[in-house]
Structures are given as C-alpha cells and as structure tokens.
C-alpha cells in the first residue's frame, strides 16, 4: 500500500495592522557643498583643497569691487595683469613660461562654477573678452 498523497490548501489572511510607538529622528544639520561633476574631472576641487592657485571667495570679490575681472588679480604672486587697452586685460603667469616650450600657459577661470576660460597653451578667450564689466 502506498502511504504518499497529496493536498491542496488554502489560506485566507485578513490583513491586520498593528499599532506602532511613535518614531522620533534626530539628525543634524551638515552643510553639503555642491560639486560640479565636469570641475571634478579636472581636479578643480582637487587643486583647492591643496592650495594650488587662487581661489577668490565672495567676501574678496565684494571687499575688492572690481570694474573689471582682471582687477581681482592685481597683486597677485605669480600673476601679471597685462593691458592693452583701458579695459582690455588679461593675466600671464611669467613662472609658467620656463615651463611650457610650447608657449605661455594661460590661467584656467572658473566663476561660480562656469568655466570662463579653459586655460592651458593657447588659452581660448582673452579675460579682458569675458564678462566686463562685473556684476556683483
């Protein structure tokens, strides 16, 4: 005789909620600085957070109210601010010049996360081109 069958069963569950104690979330407050994707590739964040080049924060850019961009870099080290004109200047790092034998290396510029000049030899668009005069 064979002891093996099979059955078939089933259940319904009425679904019941059970009351929970009230949950309490303390956190706090971090601030978060927002990081463009495209200036971390290029190592901005990277280079700021070592102190390589100059970094204008906004306390200076309003303590010094520039006419022009390149008024924020006057006595700077390592930079000259070269003129052609009235309003119609650019930065050149003379250091950076023994460097590259290609040509002069024209200072990157960022401002508020817009690159305003990629920099490198050649250096794409004179500053004294690029938002002037400033508003701030």
Do not use: N
């Amino acid at each position: 005789m064979d002891s093996s069958f099979e059955a078939g069963v089933r259940l319904w569950l009425t679904p019941v909620a059970v009351p929970l104690d009230t949950v309490t979330v303390v956190a706090e407050q971090v601030p978060v600085e927002k990081r463009l994707g495209y200036l971390v590739d290029a190592g901005f964040y990277s280079r700021q957070h070592w102190g390589f080049g100059l970094f204008i924060t906004r306390a200076r850019l309003d303590s010094v109210m520039p006419q022009v961009m390149s008024d924020l870099f006057y006595g700077t080290s390592g930079v000259r601010v070269v003129c052609v004109r009235a309003r119609m200047c650019d930065l050149l790092m003379p250091a950076a010049a023994m460097m590259f034998y290609r040509g002069t290396c024209w200072p990157s510029v960022v401002l508020d996360g817009v690159v305003i000049r990629g920099g490198g030899v050649g250096g794409g668009l004179k500053l004294g081109r690029v938002a002037e005069p400033l508003q701030h």
